[in-house]
């Protein structure tokens, strides 16, 4: 298997949103993982697709961001204004395809903490839930940076949240949206541990990480669907 780099690119969060949907809907092969670290064009948060978008935006009424869009993941509410996002998808046949969403959540995320402990953070992986009655989350969304939930990545020994993610499994593979929250991680090299965490993922899915250039018409196709994710009828569809 290989697991296809696409190159780092900053855009409005409705185009981040629609080429990670495409990058799940047109999946190259069922050999092919393929990842992306991708920035921001202006202040955004974006929050899960089954969120009520009235109460986000009760939640984000004291700082509210440029930009707010609907995620095609689950999840709550996630605030980039300061975090490293990525997004990796896994191909249909693959082990954690097939796994449930807790064991493919947990196997990214412990990849993402050693990545980080070889940076020099103290990071872990948050095991136990039963102390926290709100760890489970519920239908009301909070900011994702504001309450660590089961296997997510948290400083040791503190327990402060570091990073968090969102699935979407589809009939080509899982879509895996992740955001690391900078504040928590403290000053490291970010170039290294991007290929850092390349490797462990490469390790994990026994995929070779090799680069590759965005797909014929992609941009086309991204423009097109990011117009539809900029609409007040995807962002309000709740």
């Known amino acids: 298997m290989l697991l296809d780099l696409l190159s780092t ?11 990670d949907f495409l990058s799940l809907q047109y999946y190259p ?25 009235a109460e986000v935006r009760e939640q984000l009424s004291t700082n509210p961001p440029d930009q707010l869009c609907r995620r095609p993941t689950g999840g709550g ?14 191909p249909r046949g693959h082990a954690l395809y097939d796994a449930r969403a807790v064991a493919s959540y947990e196997a990214v995320h412990r990849a993402l903490a050693s ?3 070889r940076q ?7 095991e136990n839930c039963a102390p926290d009655p709100d760890c489970s989350g519920g239908a009301r969304p909070t900011v ?7 296997f997510d990545v948290i400083q040791s020994p503190s327990g402060h949240k ?30 290294k541990f991007e290929n850092t965490f390349i490797l462990e993922l490469g390790a994990l899915l ?16 991204v423009d097109s669907l990011a117009a539809s994710y900029a609409t007040a009828e995807w962002i309000e569809r709740r």
């Open 29 to 53: 092969a069922s050999d092919h993982a393929r990842f992306r670290h991708y920035g921001w064009h202006q202040t955004a948060c974006t929050f899960g697709f089954g969120q009520k978008i």
């Open 144 to 150: 994702c940076f504001d309450r660590a939930e089961l």
């Open 115 to 117: 990545s980080l402990r």
């Open 206 to 221: 026994h995929a070779d990480p090799t680069a590759c250039p965005w797909p014929d018409s992609w941009d086309e196709s």
């Open 77 to 90: 509410i996630v605030d980039h204004r300061d975090d490293w996002t990525y997004a990796l998808v896994i």
């Open 120 to 126: 020099g953070c103290d990071a872990g992986i948050k």
């Open 162 to 191: 570091i990073a968090g993610a969102a699935q979407k499994r589809a009939k080509r593979g899982l879509l895996f949206q992740g955001s690391i929250w900078r504040p928590a991680v403290g000053e490291i090299d970010w170039d």
């Open 9 to 19: 690119r900053a855009a409005s969060a409705a185009t981040n949103m629609a080429t």
